[in-house]
């Protein structure tokens, strides 16, 4: 059964971290590019972060550079964003998704984690 | 910052074709993937690379991309294409969605 399985959201104050994880299995991982992709409630997507196959590359929307890190561990086939200074807006279901295209997102995200919630409020 | 324009949303009666635009700079020269999403699901994606379908998308769901406008055509549409639309594009190293179009079938 190929499936990408998020954990680690919660409620977090602002100014706090939170470290998201995405387990994959059933389906090729290393060969991909992996994404981080949000959706506040009641809004459409956000891209939010991308790492390369071999992690070389890594990419950010301008909302999270400097307070997002996504980072990769192959051997576990596992996807991390550790997320700090977190704000109101940063408020959202975060999917893990992967990428069809090994280094680059343009060949389209082809499987979706159902998504772990993130709320940041006082 | 690159965007994609939709429109909000799209009604159209069952049987009827509906045709969802996405507008952005010079979009011909970039390729051009789709996803479907219905309440509480995950997204799908229904089109990449401007007009491929993954494996399991029926063939009345199209893709085409010309100008500075690509099109999402589903033919025939039914009950079950309810849902949200995005296009999406790779630009400058990042991943941009359109805002999103609400197909209702009344």
């Known amino acids: 059964q190929v499936q990408l399985v998020e954990s680690g959201g919660g409620v977090v104050q602002p100014g706090g971290s939170l470290r998201l994880s995405c387990a994959a299995s059933?389906?090729?991982?290393?060969?991909?590019?992996m994404h981080w992709v949000r959706q506040a409630p009641g809004k459409g997507l956000e891209w939010v972060a991308m790492i390369s196959f071999d992690r070389r590359g890594e990419f950010y929307a301008d909302s999270v550079k400097g307070r997002f890190t996504i980072s990769r561990d192959n051997s576990k086939k596992t996807l991390h964003l550790y997320m700090n200074s977190l704000r109101g807006e940063d408020t959202a279901v975060y999917h893990c998704v992967r990428g069809l295209d090994g280094v680059t997102g343009a060949g389209g995200l082809d499987v979706w984690g159902q998504g772990t919630r993130v709320t940041v409020s006082s | 910052s690159y965007e994609l324009t939709q429109p909000p949303s799209l009604s159209v009666s069952p049987g009827q074709t509906a045709s969802i635009t996405c507008s952005g700079d010079?979009?011909?020269?970039?390729?051009v993937c789709w996803y479907q999403q219905k309440p509480g699901q995950s997204p799908l994606l229904v089109i990449l690379?401007?007009?491929r379908r993954p494996s399991g998308i029926p063939e009345r769901i199209s893709g085409a991309n010309s100008g500075t406008t690509a099109t999402l055509t589903i033919s025939g549409t039914q009950a079950m294409d309810e849902a949200d639309y995005y296009c999406?594009?790779?630009?400058?190293?990042?991943?941009?969605f359109g805002g999103g179009t609400k197909l209702t079938v009344l």
């Open positions: 690379q401007d007009n």
């Open positions: 999406q594009v790779w630009v400058s190293g990042t991943v941009v």
């Open positions: 010079d979009l011909e020269n970039k390729y």
């Open positions: 059933g389906l090729t991982f290393t060969s991909y590019a």
